[in-house]
């Protein structure tokens, strides 16, 4: 790693320091109980379970379904009369499974009148349906009681049908996060007992991928496609919730539904991917732990849902880039760690302010546990909230103004036009497996974070901000095509391809209908897919001809057959051509978006049909041209006899799979449409996607 690396560095060192500061800055303590009238005894109540004052109720298998307890304790001195009992939502609301039921132990009443310093017991159960779709229950009891005082109060109860792995499978989407992590802390260990390349740090490595893999195939599995909003927890599955900081009202809140799930498989894909470049790139621990300190982050972005979770989650996935980029990068590193580390802190700090308005302008809710919070930190419950009446941010309303910035944080990401000038210079220079991961996993976060922040939780700003991620999505969409159809350097042109691809991403989301989201989502599957095969192709030529020049990769149909079919893939899945998987997210963009914005579709459709000219250039370049008599005699042909060396078993068992699966969503895309659907339809409905005039 380099000895010298000040200013990125201090900006990422900046961008930690400030995201921990808004995390304590997010939301107060409790809504203080108003107090009671002086001269007052009347009856107070008191929730617990088992003796302690916080739940959840924990549901567990009894008569009638899951059942648990909890008690309603009078600690006044008149007596308490609880005049209902409820699970919290409604019909137009519903916030937990359906067949749950609340009633008094005694008596099957949900109204009861306790004496001083008495006590009933609650039931709280659920019988779910015998071949059940929801295999989890999350809610509140909400109590009403002549307690003034109290004001409203809750206890809230979970249930877990089995999952079949276990501890592991109630954990998984944690598992998914902080396994990573176990990597940074055995390199720690290492560098403490002064062992600075320890063979068990590659191993591991492995190991960590080939689990992260192999837990979000499971995930995958264990996901019903039908389950929507309307089926209560949200919409989400695989929910872990926990009370993290309760100062702050901070939770350990994660969940997948249908637009997070096909990127979290995305994301360890190209980890595993990225893991399996840097073993053939022989790289030390320190590397690998930075690449586990990215794969963490990106997961936990994909899984959070909290505030405070999704920040930490964000920041560390810039700080490991900055670390790869600034440490192993090439010639420039100095230069582009500088770049990552500027834009990963502009990024995270609009973040950080949209955020910090989002929490500090929320109503007030109730954790996992039914402690009272004077502001909600949960995504879900944020999107309950009213934004509209709050005061003007900087003569901004409120709505806008957090809008503007979630769009700052993932143009930059993404990244998109005007603000993608880092991503060309860091991608050249990034070493091969931190450019791929930076391509095919982080870029994606810039669009989900629209996806789950923007749409999820502050869904009437939506239809305002539209027309302006519509028209940034065609500009970056033409503007990218245009570079393109210039570049020589295959990862220079890879860079502009994607600030191309981003664009059509851009604008599927701005039509704000369940086609343009669900082509929004598909495009970045397929990006990523892409990704990895040609940036795969771009390291292994460049590792043992030190070229990325394309004039110089000609012959490569002939000379190296396996890079050559790697490359045509990657070239058409990167197009968007129809029978590959990009084919169909481009088509749902265009579908999805066109009813609301026609004008800016025909500037898309210039885009893509630059972009195929700039594809063709390319495979014109590497398959059709011959290259110059003096490159086949120069000194980096030679050791191979002037022949382009073709992949090696390594090589072709990363590529080989990640083709496959390219061709085969292009022929039946059900794997990844299907998850997408219900949840397309119903941000779809949250965001109002009905076209515009």
Not at 183 to 198: F, K, Q, T
Not at 538 to 553: G, N
Not at 586 to 599: D, K, Q, S, T, Y
């Amino acid at each position: 790693m380099c000895s010298s690396f000040p200013r990125a560095w201090l900006i990422a060192i900046a961008s930690v320091l400030l995201a921990l500061w808004a995390a304590a800055a997010f939301a107060g303590p409790a809504a203080p109980a108003p107090l009671a009238p002086a001269g007052h005894d009347r009856g107070r109540v008191e929730l617990s379970v088992a003796g302690r004052p916080y739940g959840p109720v924990v549901l567990s298998p009894g008569q009638g379904g899951w059942v648990g307890e909890f008690s309603i304790r009078n600690t006044g001195g008149d007596p308490l009369t609880v005049s209902r009992l409820s699970i919290r939502g409604d019909a137009d609301d519903v916030r937990s499974p359906s067949h749950l039921f609340v009633r008094f132990a005694e008596g099957a009443s949900t109204s009861a009148t306790i004496p001083p310093g008495g006590t009933k017991a609650v039931v709280v159960s659920w019988m779910p349906d015998k071949d059940p779709r929801v295999r989890q229950a999350f809610g509140h009891v909400v109590v009403t009681s002549t307690d003034e005082t109290a004001g409203e109060v809750a206890m809230g109860f979970r249930a877990q049908l089995p999952t079949g792995l276990g501890v592991v499978g109630e954990h998984a989407l944690t598992l998914l996060a902080v396994a990573p992590l176990s990597l940074v802390l055995l390199v720690a260990a290492s560098w403490i007992a002064g062992r600075r390349d320890d063979p068990m740090v590659r191993t591991l490595s492995g190991a960590v991928a080939a689990f992260e893999l192999a837990l979000a195939f499971w995930v995958y599995h264990r996901f019903a496609t039908d389950v929507g909003r309307a089926d209560g927890n949200d919409g989400f599955q695989l929910v872990e919730r926990a009370v993290w900081v309760r100062s702050i009202g901070a939770e350990w809140y994660v969940g997948v539904d249908g637009t997070s799930l096909p990127l979290l498989l995305l994301a360890a894909a190209v980890v595993a991917f990225a893991i399996a470049m840097a073993a053939i790139e022989r790289r030390e621990g320190a590397f690998l732990a930075a690449l586990a300190l990215v794969c963490s982050g990106a997961m936990g972005v994909l899984v959070a849902l909290d505030l405070v979770v999704l920040c930490a989650a964000w920041t560390t996935t810039w700080l490991g880039m900055v670390l790869l980029v600034g440490g192993w990068g090439g010639a420039r590193r100095h230069r582009s760690g500088a770049k990552v580390a500027a834009a990963g802190a502009l990024g995270s700090g609009a973040l950080l302010v949209a955020l910090a308005s989002l929490a500090r302008s929320s109503g007030g809710g109730f954790l996992v546990d039914g402690t009272a919070v004077a502001h909600t930190l949960a995504l879900p419950e944020l999107g309950r909230s009213s934004f509209l009446a709050h005061a003007p941010l900087f003569g901004v309303p409120l709505v806008d103004f957090v809008w503007a910035m979630l769009l700052a944080a993932a143009a930059l990401t993404g990244p998109l036009v005007p603000l993608h000038g880092w991503l060309p210079d860091v991608l050249e220079d990034a070493p091969p497996a931190a450019g791929i991961l930076l391509a095919g996993a982080v870029s994606a976060l810039g669009p989900y974070l629209l996806v789950r922040v923007g749409f999820g939780a502050v869904p009437e700003g939506a239809p305002s901000a539209a027309s302006s991620i519509a028209t940034l999505g065609a500009v970056g969409a033409a503007w990218g095509s245009l570079c393109a159809m210039v570049q020589r350097d295959l990862r220079r042109f890879f860079a502009y391809a994607s600030i191309a691809t981003v664009g059509v991403c851009f604008y599927g989301l701005a039509g704000l209908t369940p086609e343009g989201i669900t082509g929004a989502i598909m495009i970045l599957v397929a990006h990523g897919l892409s990704a990895m095969l040609l940036l795969g192709l771009a390291f292994a030529v460049d590792e043992r001809v030190q070229t990325r020049d394309m004039t110089r990769l000609s012959g490569l149909v002939a000379e190296a057959p396996a890079l050559a079919g790697a490359a045509a893939v990657g070239l058409g899945v990167s197009l968007g051509v129809p029978g590959l998987a990009g084919g169909w997210g481009e088509l749902l963009a265009l579908i999805g978006g066109f009813a609301r914005f026609p004008v800016l579709a025909l500037v898309l459709c210039g885009a893509i049909v630059a972009s195929a000219v700039a594809h063709l250039r390319v495979a014109r370049l590497v398959f059709l041209e011959r290259s110059s008599p003096a490159w086949r005699s120069s000194a980096a042909l030679e050791p191979f006899g002037g022949r382009l060396p073709d992949a090696t078993p390594a090589e072709l068992l990363a590529l080989v799979p990640v083709a496959a699966v390219a061709l085969l969503l292009g022929l039946w895309p059900a794997p990844v449409l299907s998850l997408v659907t219900e949840s397309a339809r119903d941000i779809a409905a949250d965001v109002g996607g009905a076209p515009g005039p």
